[in-house]
Every structure is written in structure tokens, then in C-alpha cells.
């Protein structure tokens, strides 16, 4: 077994161990193959990382060993859950597009030693985390876990997905689904492989999805205007401040949300990083989640579907206005924006879209970065993070991240803190002028071992 070795960043990382684990159920042969649903073939192929750190475990009978095969063990059980996983994706050579082949290939496992203290790691810059430290991405397998014991006994878990398989709704089923197994009670959650998301006969959809999403090809994703550094940071939001945005974008009766409210404060500080000689309006775009949204027909998804449902959310004002307005007024505009794609009638008119356009690659307008600056919120405040306890505790810090260095939006994920606390942890993909009008508010801290009480 080869090892290999990172210097980067200040901490090494070794890679001692590199092992497969499969379904401990025998799967069908031959083996059945899932097409991708029009929603997977919009959310495209690139990997997606959640990272967990946890404590040195209180038993000495947790060792690092036992804690591996253990985690072991209970993947090979969630596999014959979610079997479409431990699966490749591939060409179909006849429709030229992804399908999964649910051959039992296995989800690669790599265990890791750091040479420093958990307490010692800057988690601000999460920059040193990626790739060749916590994140090594195979291409052969759709999902990768690295468990990293630190120099003082603490672990982390890493868990890289390719979003073909799934979106955060599915990816948080599978995690809390094993963490449930791991801890041998009943999983709450029935996954749907169905992949059942059709477009209309004939496909139909409202012109306005044409200015919002366009086919494109890989030259036009390879040459995404973007920074030749994308900074990526962790922070964290005290519940205080969060309730004070709520407060404040609730004026005069109008009731908004936690997030809603996030996003205007976001919005106005957007400004400070954009160069109004060169732009007079800037955008912000909401990754939404359709389940709930479309029905509950037949052919609907479930809250367990596993696959993509999402859109993106576009809003548009000029740096004047949200220079100028309160947050109750730009949490308005936040709230319009959304409201326009909480609905069945969009998501629908989606997939008929995207079925008018197959075969090749499509994407949102404004992540192949043609629609001038934009910052894409996510939320993740339904995102397992203190529940994700494989036997050895909680974890002190649970957020995600993504090696991609093309993209043309700023990207925020915000999800609870696993302090429990009402706080919030919040990463980040941004340019570097973002980067500084974030750091010059008090509302987003640094993360800080302080904060993380290590």
C-alpha cells in the first residue's frame, strides 16, 4: 500500500491505510444502473466535502484502530441502504449522458495521521484543509471518507460526495442514517433510489428559465472568470447577532426568516467588495431544495428522495439601493427572489427545461459567472452536525467545503454550530475583495479554537 505524505500549509499529513468497503448485501446481477434525473444532470459532476473534528474519545477502549473497524463495519451495513454509493458513475456511450451502475464497486476509505494537535489547526483558513491534507479526491469513486488522527488523539471524519449522487438533503440522509447505524438504533430514513423526476409530454416552461440557466460546454466551465486565488473560510455567527438580523428584517409586520434576513446583511456587505466603476447592480442567488415544494403526487419526491432537487434563486438590485436600504428593505428583496422558485410550478418547468436541452452539460448563468458579481447563500440549518455521533461522541465542529477552484459566484454555507447554542458555523468561497469586507464587520468571526473550546 503506497503512503503518501503533505507538507503544505504547515502540518503534514500521512497516508497510512487505503481500503474499499462494500455492501455487505450481494447486489443484482447484472447489476441495475439509475439514470440520472434532468435535476442530477443540472447539478453536474464536482465533489463536495463535509468535514467533522472530533475530541480525543474518552475511552481508552476508543482507539484508533477499534474506531476504524467499527466505522467500517457500520458503512458496509448503510450500503445495502444506500447501494447506488458504493456504485460508479459512467458514459452511457449510447445516450452520452452519466448513469450510476450499482455494480457493489465500494466507497474508498483512507485513514491518515497529522502531525499536529487539533487545537494548534487554524480552522479560519480552510484553504490548508483541501486537498492533499484532509481531502484526497479519487475520480473512480463517488463517495471517499478520511479519518485523520491528529497528534493529540483527536480524529476528523471526512466525507467527499460527488454531487451526481445526491444533493446536502440526500448526502445528510446517508450520514445520519450510518451515524444511527453506527450507534445501533433504527435509521429514520427510507431512501428513495427511484430517480423518478420526469419532464412533461411535450416539455414545456416559462421563458424566463432561459435568462437564468443555458447549455454550455467544458471550455466555457475551464474558462469561468474567477480569481486566481479563492480564499476559503470558516466562521462563526454568535445566535445573538443572528436574532438581531431577524429583529431588524421583521420591521413594520413583515415576517422573515433567520436566513432571509443573513442574506440581506450578506447583500449590504457585498457592496464594500465591488468596484462601481465597473458595475452599477450586483446579485445574490439561494440554492433551493424542491422537496415539499412539488406536491405530493405520485411522481413527486419524497423528504427521503435521494438525488437532486434543487434550483438556484437569482436576485438582482443595484448597490445604490442596497447601499442605501435598511435590512427589512433588502430582506424583502431576498424574499421575493425566493418566493419566485418555491413552487411547483418552477421546479417542473425545470426539469422540462433541462429536457429540451439534453444531451451535454447545463448550469446556472450566474456560476458560469455571466452575470456580473453574485454570492450564492446555502443553508444547511437542517444539516446533521451534533447528531453525528458514531459511537466515540459528538463532534466540536461540523461544516463542508469543496475542493472546485472554478467557479464564477461567491458561495455561503451556513448550518448550526455543534456547540447547540442557536450559533451558527459559516464557510465560505470567496474572492479576495469579499473575503476583506466580511473581515471588516463584527458580525462573522474568524473560527477560532476558542470558539471551538479545544
Excluded at 487505503?18 to 440520472?36: F, H, M, R, W, Y
Excluded at 465533489?47 to 473497524?69: C, G, H, L, Q, W
Amino acid at each position: 500500500m503506497d503512503v503518501g505524505a503533505s507538507l503544505e500549509g504547515g502540518f503534514m499529513v500521512n497516508i497510512s491505510r487505503k481500503s474499499i468497503v462494500k455492501s455487505i448485501t450481494p447486489l443484482e446481477d447484472p447489476p441495475q444502473v439509475l439514470a440520472l434525473s434532468n435535476l442530477d444532470l443540472l447539478s453536474g459532476r464536482f465533489p463536495v466535502t463535509y468535514f467533522y473534528f472530533y475530541r480525543k474519545p474518552a475511552s481508552d477502549e476508543d482507539n484508533v484502530t477499534s474506531i476504524v473497524e467499527a466505522l467500517k463495519s457500520s458503512l458496509a451495513v448503510t450500503l445495502t441502504y444506500f447501494y447506488p454509493f458504493a456504485g460508479r458513475i459512467v458514459l452511457n456511450p449510447s445516450t452520452g449522458e452519466l448513469e450510476i451502475v450499482c455494480d457493489n464497486t465500494g466507497v474508498l476509505v483512507l485513514e491518515a495521521d497529522a502531525s499536529r494537535e487539533l487545537k494548534k489547526l487554524d480552522f479560519h483558513d480552510f484553504n490548508q484543509f483541501m486537498q492533499g491534507k484532509l481531502v484526497h479526491i479519487q475520480p473512480d469513486f463517488p463517495v471517499q471518507i478520511q479519518l485523520t488522527r491528529y497528534s493529540c488523539g483527536s480524529i476528523s471524519l471526512t466525507f467527499s460526495f460527488d454531487h451526481a449522487l445526491g444533493d446536502a438533503s440526500a448526502f445528510h440522509k446517508f450520514l445520519l442514517s450510518w451515524s444511527e447505524i453506527s450507534r445501533d438504533i433504527p435509521i429514520s430514513c427510507r431512501p428513495n433510489h427511484s430517480r423518478n423526476l420526469r419532464a412533461r409530454t411535450p416539455p414545456t416552461y416559462h421563458s424566463s428559465l432561459d435568462q437564468a440557466f443555458t447549455k454550455c460546454t467544458l471550455e466555457d466551465i475551464l474558462n469561468i472568470p474567477t480569481p486566481k486565488t479563492l480564499l476559503k473560510r470558516l466562521y462563526h455567527v454568535e445566535y445573538e447577532s443572528i436574532s438581531n438580523l431577524q429583529e431588524l428584517a421583521s420591521l413594520d409586520g413583515r415576517s422573515r426568516t433567520k436566513i432571509e434576513a443573513f442574506s440581506a446583511y450578506l447583500w449590504k456587505l457585498m457592496v464594500r467588495a465591488i468596484d462601481v466603476k465597473l458595475h452599477a447592480q450586483c446579485k445574490m442567488g439561494w440554492l433551493v431544495d424542491g422537496r415539499g415544494r412539488m406536491g405530493n403526487g405520485e411522481s413527486d419526491p419524497s423528504p427521503d428522495y435521494i438525488g437532486n432537487v434543487l434550483s438556484l434563486a437569482v436576485g438582482e438590485a443595484s448597490i445604490e439601493d442596497l447601499k442605501n436600504g435598511t435590512i427589512a428593505d433588502v430582506s424583502s428583496k431576498v424574499h421575493e427572489a425566493i418566493s419566485k422558485v418555491t413552487t411547483r410550478s418552477h421546479f417542473q418547468d425545470l426539469i422540462d427545461w433541462i429536457e429540451c436541452h439534453r444531451p451535454g452539460l447545463m448550469l446556472s448563468r450566474a456560476v458560469l459567472g455571466q452575470g456580473g458579481p453574485t454570492l450564492v447563500v446555502s443553508s444547511g440549518r437542517r444539516f446533521p452536525v451534533a447528531e453525528l455521533d458514531f459511537g466515540f461522541g459528538r463532534p466540536v465542529l461540523g461544516t463542508v467545503c469543496s475542493t472546485i477552484e472554478k467557479i464564477g459566484v461567491g458561495y455561503v454555507n451556513q448550518r448550526s454550530s455543534a456547540r447547540g447554542d442557536g450559533s451558527w458555523a459559516v464557510s465560505a468561497i470567496l474572492w479576495p475583495e469579499l473575503a476583506a469586507a466580511f473581515e471588516s464587520d463584527p458580525i462573522l468571526q474568524p473560527m477560532s479554537t476558542r470558539y471551538l473550546q479545544l
